[in-house]
């Protein structure tokens, strides 16, 4: 089973300001079969990015995905207010697909 | 629009059984996977199984097979999870989703709103 871990567990940042967020695999992800899901609470998750850096349809461009083997790292630029959530990286290599834990990046 | 709306969860005592539907529209049902995911109360998304466009390949987490059973009916637009001897630490919110492809598992791109399902005595 691919372990992907997170980090850091939280982020507090103010509007403005560049989030970095990193994801950690216990082995290879080839052919970069990695994606990053935001989640609100209470709401279902939201695709963001697939394949480690493609942005899904709709998804605003101060969001990108890099990296590749079996570190990868999501990055908002420019946080607005609605990026305040918790986000989750997924690999879908291998099975079992697995989800890391989850980075929330909480206002400052 | 792309829509996928889940229903069936509830209240089940350990050991019991319940059906999970997941009603899809606005999109070609039989050329993607569809997927469910769980996330327990307060914690991460767990992926629990995936079902190829076609029906014909199915995929479990070990957690959940042997008890889980996905299936999907074409002609309803409909994907379906059996739960059978449902546990307590089976309680969580269950989401449905599209996969990106027609193939067995990839990225998630349209989910539903969940469906709960708590297993008490």
């Known amino acids: 089973e691919i372990v992907l871990t997170q980090s850091p567990g939280s982020l507090s940042l103010s509007p403005g300001e560049r989030a970095t967020l990193s994801c950690r695999a216990s082995q290879s992800v080839n052919s970069n079969y990695l994606a990053w899901y935001q989640q609100k609470p209470g709401q279902a998750p939201r695709l963001l990015i697939y394949s480690a850096s493609d942005r899904a349809a709709g998804i605003p461009d101060r969001f990108s995905g890099s990296g590749s083997g079996t570190d990868f790292t999501l990055t908002i630029s420019r946080l607005e207010p609605e990026d305040f959530a918790v986000y989750y990286c997924q690999q879908y290599v291998t099975l079992p697909v697995t989800f890391g834990g989850g980075t929330k990046v909480e206002i400052k | ?121």
């Open chain 2, 1 to 121: 629009e792309v829509q996928v709306l889940e229903s069936g969860g509830g209240l089940v005592q350990p050991g019991g059984s319940l059906r999970l539907s997941c009603a899809a529209s606005g999109f070609t049902f039989t050329s993607y996977s569809m997927a469910w995911v769980r996330q327990a109360p307060g914690k991460g998304l767990e992926w629990v199984s995936s079902i190829s466009g076609g029906g014909g390949v199915t995929f479990y987490a070990d957690s959940v097979k042997g008890r889980f059973t996905i299936s999907r009916d074409s002609s309803k637009n409909t994907l379906y999870l059996q739960l059978n001897s449902l546990r307590v630490d089976d309680t969580a919110v269950y989401y449905c989703a599209r996969g990106q492809g027609i193939g067995g598992y990839s990225g998630l791109d349209y989910w539903g709103q969940g469906t709960l399902v708590t297993v008490s005595s």
